[in-house]
């Protein structure tokens, strides 16, 4: 079994340490680098650890461009309530796919939020 899939064994188990054990060494073996890196951030939000999600997010970005990795960037960046960032990346994954309801709901709440922080 590839370290890629024992990656995603792990993390259907809830074993989000031992995923991210998985992912690297997939990473590191050249398997499934894009989606091992967006597993990786998955992960680590799972653990609620954001600032450690952010830089596989966007290393996933840098090798392709989905509306569920710029998504979950954005979620990151909600619950760090840094919400420029967080309305530029849920923008960015609402435009390239505007059939997101979860991605137009949060659109909608963040963006309420900010108008009545000001």
């Known amino acids: ?7 995603n ?3 259907n188990n809830k074993e989000y340490e031992k995923a991210i054990a998985s992912y690297k060494r997939a990473i590191e073996n ?3 680098t894009t989606c091992a890196n967006y597993n990786l951030g ?3 939000i799972k653990l609620k650890e954001y600032d450690r999600a952010i830089p596989y997010f966007k290393k996933a970005i840098s090798m392709q461009k989905e509306s ?3 998504f979950n960037l954005a979620y990151c960046y ?7 960032k967080a309305l ?3 923008n960015v994954a609402w435009a390239l796919d505007n059939t997101d309801e979860d991605c137009k709901k949060a659109i909608e709440i963040i ?8």
Do not use: D, L, P, T
């Open 30 to 32: 050249g398997e499934s």
């Open 9 to 11: 064994n792990f993390y």
């Open 88 to 90: 530029i990346n849920f």
């Open 111 to 118: 963006a309420k939020k900010n108008k009545k922080a000001q």
């Open 42 to 44: 998955v992960c680590y």
């Open 1 to 7: 079994m590839n370290n890629f899939i024992e990656g």
């Open 78 to 84: 909600a619950m760090k309530n840094e919400i420029k």
């Open 68 to 70: 569920k990795y710029f």
